[in-house]
Nanobody, 126 residues
């Protein structure tokens, strides 16, 4: 059974850092593109970062480019999101997502993912 379990969320001050982890199981990790999304109350779910688990290629939303780093640990079937220089506008529930496909032309679309974790809360105070 496909399972995605996020961890690492918490509360930090602006400028601080957090490292999120997504432990994946129940599927062949390298065959599925993975993404991190976030959703704040009243807002649409937005793609933050994506990674090809096969090649390691990474993709980022403009709003987090240079501050966030997505990576994979293939031996552990885990995707990480290192978040540095956090801003209050980064406050959201962060979700790990799996795509049915190995590569996505539009990784930012939530509709391209078929499994989701339950989310981990990130709160950044000013």
């Amino acid at each position: 059974q496909v399972q995605l379990v996020e961890s690492g969320g918490g509360s930090v001050q602006a400028g601080g850092s957090l490292r999120l982890s997504c432990a994946a199981s129940g599927f062949t990790f390298s065959n599925h593109f993975m993404g991190w999304f976030r959703q704040a109350p009243g807002k649409e779910r937005e793609g933050v970062a994506g990674i090809s688990t096969a090649t390691g290629s990474t993709y980022y939303a403009d709003s987090v480019q240079g501050r966030f780093t997505i990576s994979r640990d293939s031996a552990k079937n885990t995707v990480h999101l290192q978040m540095n220089s956090l801003k209050p506008e980064d406050t959201a529930m962060y979700y790990c997502a799996r795509s049915a496909y190995s590569f996505l032309s539009n990784w930012r679309s939530a509709n391209n993912y078929d499994y989701w974790g339950r989310g981990t809360q990130v709160t950044v105070s000013s």
